[in-house]
């Protein structure tokens, strides 16, 4: 008998890093950049509902319960198989805000996920993930749930294994607006593209990184400060900073010595998304 509940983790992402190779007619940006999951997650609590109703139990600040990514995953989920079923979703929300950690894509995938197991839809994953990507560039991979290299417009997605170290994470007292950074006109929209290969060897860089410094002096600050312990990097559009350690007793070492005002936390990177861990250990 197929569960009528479950309570799931929405993973945070990091950009270990993010060049925007171009614009597309249709003001898209065209982008390549490689993603790794955290340990750290919003939790969704999600419970079937045997009329067509979509219930978001949880309020974000600012977002009307319509125009939330969660509500509109599940209509979309809804539309694409004809489900006369409904849920009610409570969102536990632990991510950040504003803070490039990618929260509100991996609520939306999580909630496709969960209803298309929960619903017994049987969409495919790859299905999934081109739903997804309606919803934001970013949703695709946390539908797919391996870290990944991603070209296009994030919807060219392919896995790949890395080292996981520690992150110790800087979350500066700001929000940054995505869509903000990508219309500046000083954002840098031609950088070459790379191979896989190319970026192990020597690295990249964050395009947004110049525009959101120059527009939140807290990203600045952040990284100033980070940069004194090892090499400072902001995720997506910001605003959060991330550097990265071999073990936790490291970046905790770090962490401690950060001022206790600025907001900080250390999580383990993950090659497979915690959501996905998690739905196969209990199909064991």
Sequence with gaps: MSPTSLSLPAPAKLNLFLHITG??????????????????????DITCRSDNQILLHSELAGVATDDNLITRAARLLQQHTGTSLGADIVL???????????????????TLVGLNHLWQTGVTPAELAVLGLQLGADVPVFVLGSAA?????GEKITPVELDEPW??????ACQVSTAEIF???RLTRDTQPITLAAFREQGGRNDCLPVAEERYPEIRNALILLNNYCEAKMTGTGSC??????????ADKVRARLPATLQSFVAHGCNRS?????????AQ
Excluded: C
Aim: aromatic share 10%; no cysteine; glycine share 12%.
């Design 149 to 153: 290299w991603a070209e296009g417009v």
């Design 183 to 185: 219309s500046d006109q």
């Design 23 to 44: 614009r597309r007619a249709d003001g898209y940006h065209t982008l390549q950049t490689l993603f790794q999951f955290l340990d750290i997650a919003d939790t969704l």
């Design 274 to 282: 915690p959501l996905h861990q998690m739905l196969n250990k209990d």
């Design 92 to 110: 536990h929300k632990r991510l950040p805000m504003g803070g490039g950690l990618g929260g509100g894509s991996s609520d939306a995938a999580t």
């Design 241 to 250: 900073v991330f550097g990265a350690f071999p073990n936790e007793r490291e």
């Design 167 to 172: 992150y110790l994470v800087i979350v500066p």
